[in-house]
């Protein structure tokens, strides 16, 4: 891959955030998420467009290690407070997130600015190791520059974990408390997640091998081109995607009834704690069964654990406890199990088109409806009508 193909991708990627960073920022009354989301575009661009910079003012290629370590130490940071802000079932702010996180980001910055001060003998010194023996000063910045590639690359990976962790939380939060969950399951967070991952091991490997004098440029464009996509999809899907709870934040009571739901806790144990008998737990679970059947609630869209609480007048973390303990389900497949059967019943009427069916059955987006018709019963609503048609000849 030539060097001016790479170059336009480095440009096209500062082009691109850019024009994004504002936008996102134009959101921030919205959500601290987007605040977060340009801080991590920012030094993941800034750590990639570097060569740029260095094209248009050498001068400062001596000093571009000042500039990557802090870049990429402060990352993985801001993408998990961009995770847990898009994620949080309160407005999420990040006065609320401990100073424990910028303890790395403010080493990174002391090192960058030792870096500056040093005397550009020793930063000649450091960028040409491999062709002269190294003083002592120059050794010691050399260790340490490597012990912060291990750092980051260590740190990276503690961060994938608690990103996937509470990617995962979420999704149990939301199938707890409501019966409809489009566009706000964040599956592409999933996805970018695993590619960032990549592009963080790839990006060790070439610091790496650039540290040691044997950069690979085969590699280095791999991941150029990387970030480059990762970067575009980032700010696409980023300025879609509102904050999951946005418009349904949830009060103490809600966040009692998925507090013991969404732990590892042996489940006997969280309920046992909850005082609820199995006296009260029967009476409940036959007040939720004739609420739904009689006034058909499944058939509201917007049917959320709270409101199922309110028409059987009892505390949501009871409601909840009753449909995972007692019915075995969580309260969105509780509810989407009475819709299918609607909508099975519907079909068979073959009065109303398929995309009518999903409406009527308390369905809000077709998708929604197609995948939760095809875990139910094993056919897609098409196929079921078929079936249903060649039964009636």
């Not at 930063?123 to 012990?147: D, I, K, P, R, Y």
């Not at 609607?342 to 998708?367: M, R, W």
Request: proline share 4%; hydrophobic share 50%.
């Amino acid at each position: 891959m030539p060097t001016y193909f790479a170059n336009y991708l480095l440009a096209g990627s500062l082009g691109l955030v850019s024009i994004v960073i504002p936008m996102l920022l134009a959101r921030r009354e919205i959500s601290q998420a987007y605040i977060m989301l340009a801080l991590f575009l920012v030094f993941t661009s800034l750590a990639n467009a570097l060569p740029i910079f260095i094209q248009a003012a050498p001068g400062i290629e001596l000093y571009s290690l000042a500039i990557v370590i802090p870049s990429y130490i402060c990352q993985p940071i801001f993408l998990w407070f961009y995770v847990k802000a898009i994620c949080s079932p309160t407005d999420w702010h990040i006065k609320q997130n401990r100073y424990l996180h910028f303890v790395l980001p403010a080493l990174a910055l002391i090192y960058a600015l030792v870096l500056i001060f040093m005397p550009s003998e020793y930063l000649v010194e450091l960028m040409q190791g491999q062709e002269q023996t190294l003083s002592q000063t120059a050794e010691l910045l050399a260790m340490s520059t490597f012990a912060f590639m291990v750092i980051w690359i260590v740190q990276s990976s503690f961060y994938i974990y608690l990103i996937i962790s509470r990617l995962i939380t979420y999704r149990r939060e939301l199938k707890q408390l409501f019966a409809s969950n489009d566009k706000r399951e964040m599956g592409w967070l999933f996805f970018i997640i695993s590619a960032i991952s990549v592009a963080w091991l790839l990006a060790f490997c070439a610091l790496l091998l650039s540290f040691s004098g044997e950069a690979n440029n085969a590699l280095t464009n791999t991941l150029l081109l990387t970030y480059f996509a990762l970067l575009w999809l980032m700010s696409f899907w980023g300025l879609r995607q509102k904050p999951g709870f946005n418009e349904r934040y949830l009060q103490q009571e809600d966040l009692d009834a998925i507090a013991t739901l969404t732990t590892m806790e042996d489940t006997s144990a969280k309920y046992n704690r909850s005082g609820l008998d199995e006296a009260r737990s029967e009476k409940i679970a036959d007040k939720i069964e004739q609420a739904m059947i009689a006034k058909s609630l499944y058939l509201n869209p917007d049917l959320s654990l709270k409101l199922l609480a309110t028409e059987v007048a009892e505390k949501p973390n009871y409601v909840s406890q009753v449909l995972n303990q007692k019915l075995n389900s969580s309260f969105f497949d509780y509810v989407n199990s009475y819709r299918i059967e609607h909508s099975k019943q519907l079909i068979s009427e073959n009065k109303l088109p398929i995309i009518e069916v999903a409406f009527a059955s308390g369905f809000n987006a077709k998708s929604s409806f197609y995948k939760a018709f095809k875990m139910k019963t094993g056919l897609t609503p098409k196929q079921f009508a078929t079936n249903e048609a060649e039964l009636g000849e």
